[in-house]
């Protein structure tokens, strides 16, 4: 099977600016995820997603990241206006339902400059 | 909510060695643990998945322990190899409906030839 696909690899943008990333999850996985992973850290979680429903966004910056999943498949997770420190690796995982093991992309490395 | 601490940071050993990685949780109370790696500039890669009803699991060189009550897991890395250097990460999944996981640190493991 095709595993997560996400895309751009790498952006580098100037703070203030919006940035998109896209996910495509595997075919037919209920749950997809969004994480960000700081260097040096542990991902943290910032919204998941059941089918095309949010789950949990309770760690989300709602003031400048959104978030959607239009039809229960692909993903687009947009920061606007981006910060230094959102500078990390934005991984998209899904799972075939919620408890199922995750199944993670090779993520997004955002620098912000 | 739910604290993921591992044991130890970093690991550098020789190739041939046995080696035992520590995970601990506050939150007692999950559905399932899965570990990961994680190698550079790439995404998590899912080893193994323990459901909160068993002990163990194995797959190939690795042995996976959990100690539900006393918020423990393990991970057994049997005769290591260099092609076994990455960051090993472990996330137990919360019960409750959600069942997200919650990611340590990491384990970042060199074996050297």
């Known amino acids: 099977e095709a595993g997560v696909a996400q895309s751009p690899r790498y952006k580098i943008i100037e703070k203030r600016q919006s940035v998109a990333f896209w996910c495509n999850p595997i075919s037919g996985h209920a749950t997809l995820y969004w994480y960000q992973q700081i260097l040096g850290q542990g991902p943290k979680l910032l919204i998941q997603f059941q089918n095309n429903g949010v789950v949990d966004d309770s760690q989300l910056p709602k003031d400048r990241f959104s978030a959607e999943r239009l039809k229960g498949v692909d993903s687009t997770l947009k920061i606007q206006p981006a910060k230094l420190e959102d500078s990390a690796v934005y991984l998209c995982?899904?799972?075939?339902?919620?408890?199922?093991?995750?199944?993670f992309g090779n993520g997004t490395r955002l620098t912000v400059t | 909510k739910q604290e993921v601490t591992q044991i130890p940071a970093a690991l550098s050993v020789p190739e041939g060695e046995n080696l035992v990685l520590n995970c601990s949780f506050t939150?007692?109370?999950?559905?399932?643990l899965q570990w990961f790696r994680q190698d550079p500039g790439k995404g998590l890669t899912s080893l193994l998945l323990i459901q909160s009803s068993q002990r163990e699991q194995t797959s190939g060189r690795l042995n996976a322990s959990l100690d539900k009550s006393s918020g423990r897991s393990t991970l057994y890395i049997a005769a290591s190899q260099p092609g076994d250097s990455a960051t090993y990460l472990c996330?137990?999944?919360?019960?409750?409906?959600?069942?997200?996981?919650?990611f340590g640190r990491g384990t970042s493991l060199i074996v050297h030839p």
């Open positions: 939150d007692s109370a999950i559905y399932n």
């Open positions: 996330a137990p999944a919360s019960s409750g409906g959600s069942y997200i996981p919650t």
């Open positions: 995982a899904s799972g075939r339902i919620s408890g199922s093991p995750l199944h």
